[in-house]
């Protein structure tokens, strides 16, 4: 068997061993950005895939973006069964699932203390509070996910320890996957919600500087 090799389901350990699974949650920091100028928003609104309610000819005042953040530490325990062939578990994960950071992006034409500014900081913090809450709704479903597939995985013979936990790791991955799109989906749909040519008018009538 070569060192990539893995095989699930043909090899057994003598006694059982729960696997510990640690799953922590990131809300993510708010940072503010003013220095980027309208067409450089609309790049990278263009850039993310994010649409918007007025077309392509339409320049960004405000954007908020940030990336779902998931990665996972695995600890596997191995017994040699030949010279290249090991027999492994996983004993722990450590997983963690959010945001690193949610970047309120506020054309710099408006400035920190303005109407217009605080207008549309208030509107970019209402996408902050849809990312947060995606978060709160889909968590506890990825964590039990998690836990219940880190549970189900069963001992994989490999041509090394590192390729058993790399296997273990991609099939974790893959079961929560599904998850991991609805709620991106999700995110979509009620970020659009908020972009609507009816709601740009009332916020921006209510400032002069625009």
């Not at 059982?16 to 450089?40: E, F, H, I, K, P």
């Not at 309610?53 to 017994?79: D, H, N």
């Not at 995606?134 to 039990?144: C, D, K, S, W």
Request: hydrophobic share 35%; proline share 4%.
């Amino acid at each position: 068997m070569s060192a990539t090799a893995v095989s699930a389901g043909v090899c057994d350990f003598p006694d059982s061993r729960n696997v510990q699974v640690t799953v922590s949650r990131l809300d993510g920091d708010v940072v503010y950005n003013n220095a980027r100028s309208r067409d450089g928003l609309r790049r990278m609104q263009k850039q993310s895939g994010r649409a918007n309610a007025f077309g392509r000819a339409w320049t960004p005042v405000g954007l908020t973006l940030t990336e779902l953040k998931y990665q996972m530490r695995l600890k596997v325990e191995a017994i040699a069964v030949t010279k290249r062939t090991y027999c492994a578990r996983l004993t722990s994960v450590d997983a963690e699932i959010g945001y690193d950071k949610l970047k309120v992006y506020i054309a710099r034409k408006f400035r920190p203390g303005t109407c217009a500014y605080r207008s549309i900081s208030e509107h970019e913090m209402t996408h902050v509070a849809v990312f947060r809450q995606a978060l709160e709704t889909f968590y506890p479903r990825l964590q039990r996910r998690l836990h219940r597939a880190a549970e189900q995985l069963e001992p994989v013979r490999a041509g090394s320890p590192d390729a058993a936990a790399n296997y273990m790791r991609k099939r974790l991955a893959a079961t929560i996957q599904p998850l991991f799109l609805e709620m991106n989906r999700e995110l979509d749909r009620n970020n659009a919600r908020l972009d609507t040519p009816e709601r740009y008018r009332r916020e921006q009538s209510m400032c002069a500087e625009w």
